[in-house]
C-alpha cells in the first residue's frame, strides 16, 4: 500500500478546516496511521520546502508555515500519493477546482490550508523528515474488504 504525507497548514488549522479535511480522506477510504498537532521548527520547514529555497515567496512560505500550528499526517491506501494530490486541488486555490480542498476553503496562492506530498518518492522523504518510523500505526480497518477489490 502506498502512504503520503499531509499537512494541514497553519490557517486551515486556525480557521477549524482539521476535522473536515480528516474526514474528505476517511470517507475516501484512505486509512490514517500517523497525526500530529506541532509548530514546526525552521529546519524542518527548510528541508520540507527545499526545492524552493531560492524563490522569491520562500521568506514568506516560511512564515506563514511557522505562524501556528500545523496538523501532520500520513495517509495509507491504493495510489495514496495521487489520490490525496488530486483531492487537494491545484497550488493555487482560485484555480482549483471546485470538490477539491483548495477549491472550496481558499482563495490566495499563500494561504492554500494544506500541503500533500507530489509523488511516492517525495512522499517517502518528507515523512522521514517528520515523524519516526514508531510514530506510525500499522493496522486493518474494518471496511477494508469492501474498500479493495
Ligand atoms: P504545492 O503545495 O501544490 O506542491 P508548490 O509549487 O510545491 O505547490 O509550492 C509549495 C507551497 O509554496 C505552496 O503550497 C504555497 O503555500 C507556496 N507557494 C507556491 N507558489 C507561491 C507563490 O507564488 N506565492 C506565495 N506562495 C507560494
Ligand atoms: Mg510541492
Known amino acids: 500500500m502506498d502512504r503520503t504525507f499531509v499537512m494541514v497548514k497553519p490557517d486551515g ?3 477549524g478546516l482539521a476535522g473536515e479535511i480528516i474526514s474528505r480522506f476517511e470517507a475516501k477510504g484512505l486509512k490514517l496511521v500517523g497525526a500530529k498537532l506541532e509548530l514546526l521548527p525552521e529546519e524542518r520547514v527548510v528541508e520540507q520546502y527545499r526545492e524552493h529555497l531560492e524563490k522569491p ?3 514568506g512560505l516560511k512564515a506563514y508555515i511557522m505562524s501556528g500550528p500545523c496538523f501532520l499526517m500520513v495517509w ?3 495510489g495514496a500519493v495521487a489520490v490525496v494530490r488530486r483531492m487537494v486541488g491545484a497550488t ?7 470538490g477539491s480542498i483548495r477549491g472550496d476553503f481558499a482563495l490566495d496562492i499563500g494561504r492554500n490550508v494544506i500541503h500533500a506530498s507530489d509523488s511516492p518518492e517525495s512522499a517517502v522523504r518528507e515523512l522521514g523528515i517528520h515523524f519516526e518510523a514508531e510514530d506510525l500505526v500499522g493496522y486493518s480497518r474494518i471496511d477494508e474488504p469492501v474498500l479493495y477489490e
Open 76 to 78: 495509507e491506501g491504493k
Open 57 to 59: 515567496f520562500f521568506p
Open 13 to 15: 488549522v486556525q480557521r
Open 92 to 98: 493555487n486555490p482560485a484555480e482549483a477546482a471546485p
